[in-house]
């Protein structure tokens, strides 16, 4: 089965309302990275987290490496916001090496 | 901050050919990676490099070669392309594991 798993796979949201993305990890990880794809297909780094949380702007995110997940909150939903949210995490042995989930496809709506 | 740039942008090829994709980044980070992107599909790892001279094969190392020739610079050679094979060539670099990506290469081959 896949060791980095995101649900849901697709969302639609309405501008100025507020969701949350998850990552579980059949894996030991130890660091998780967020990333936004924009429909031009360039991929911004948004968070990169040991457990705990980080907050900036309207994102936060959090990971917890003894339940083995990470979330990512979006409040107040905007236009920009929409595109492919991608999770990745270390692998077990290798901090070098990070295993991608296939991500979450996010529209949001006017 | 810096950039990472890629050449070149679409990169259309024959099947057999031999074809030669390449990353430069500014920020002075050590490692650099290659990813591959299929349509729909999250990012599998192709090779990385820690430091200039050094080569990690990833997950999906079979049919690439890649070179990284100084800290800044690092290329992949698609070794004999694939009838209809259609994909994102990422590139990306990284201090401390947190990655930072490119615009991307888009390859097709006839």
């Known amino acids: 089965g896949d060791k980095v798993k995101q649900s849901p796979s697709a969302l639609s949201l309405q501008e100025g309302t507020n969701s949350a993305l998850r990552c579980n990890f059949s894996?030991?990880?130890?660091?998780v990275q967020w990333f936004l794809q924009n429909p031009r297909g360039s991929l911004m780094n948004l968070f990169y987290l040991v457990p705990g949380t980080k907050e900036n702007g309207r994102l936060k995110s959090a990971f917890d490496s003894k339940e083995s997940y990470s979330t990512l909150h979006i409040r107040d939903a905007q236009l920009e916001d929409s595109g492919t949210y991608f999770c990745a995490a270390d692998a077990d042995t290798n901090a070098y090496k990070v295993i991608f989930g296939k991500g979450t496809h996010l529209h949001v709506l006017p | 901050g810096g950039i990472i740039t890629q050449t070149p942008k679409f990169l259309i090829g024959q099947e057999g050919q031999k074809l030669t994709l390449k990353c430069q980044q500014n920020?002075?980070?050590?490692?650099m990676y290659w990813y591959r992107q299929d349509s729909g599909k999250g990012l599998r790892l192709i090779y990385y490099?820690?430091?200039?001279?050094?080569?990690q094969k990833g997950d999906l190392s079979e049919g690439y070669d890649a070179s990284r020739e100084k800290k800044s610079s690092f290329s992949l050679t698609v070794t004999s392309a694939q009838k209809n094979e259609m994909a994102v060539f990422l590139c990306?670099?990284?201090?401390?594991?947190?990655?930072?990506f490119g615009p991307g290469t888009r390859l097709t081959v006839l």
């Open positions: 990306a670099s990284s201090i401390s594991y947190e990655q930072y």
């Open positions: 920020f002075n980070h050590d490692t």
């Open positions: 490099s820690i430091t200039e001279n050094d080569l």
């Open positions: 894996i030991a990880a130890t660091t």
